[in-house]
Nanobody
Framework: QVQLVESGGGLVQPGGSLRLSCAAS????????MGWYRQAPGKQRELVAI???????NYADSVKGRFAISRDNAKNTVFLQMNNLKPEDTAVYYC??????WGQGTQVTVSS
């Protein structure tokens, strides 16, 4: 059983930054690709960023150059550094392991 707990969401002004964290329990973290998805009201859940077990990364075009995903295998934690946030980044952000296990989500709101 894998449990994922996200933290770090909140309200931020346009142009601001937030850092999301996702702490994972269980023994599969080091061998798992980890990702962040988001879902805005009335929209489908979409991929934001993914990082492989080896550290390779991939990003949605809409966040390239602004967001950075990283992982700390010693702490079983994956991070999403979000810079230059825009109102269209407002969504619930979900952490996933292998696209099989999901966290409960954390709200990110970008508004002045």
């Amino acid at each position: 059983q894998v449990q994922l707990v996200e933290s770090g969401g909140g309200l931020v002004q346009p142009g601001g930054s937030l850092r999301l964290s996702c702490a994972a329990s269980g023994s599969i973290f080091r061998s798992s690709s980890m990702g962040w998805y988001r879902q805005a009201p009335g929209k489908q859940r979409e991929l934001v960023a993914i990082i492989s077990s080896g550290g390779s990364t991939n990003y949605a075009d809409s966040v390239k150059g602004r967001f950075a995903i990283s992982r700390d295998n010693a702490k079983n934690t994956v991070f999403l550094q979000m810079n230059n946030l825009k109102p269209e980044d407002t969504a619930v952000y979900y952490c996933t392991a292998r696209s099989l296990f999901w966290g409960q989500g954390t709200q990110v709101t970008v508004s002045s």
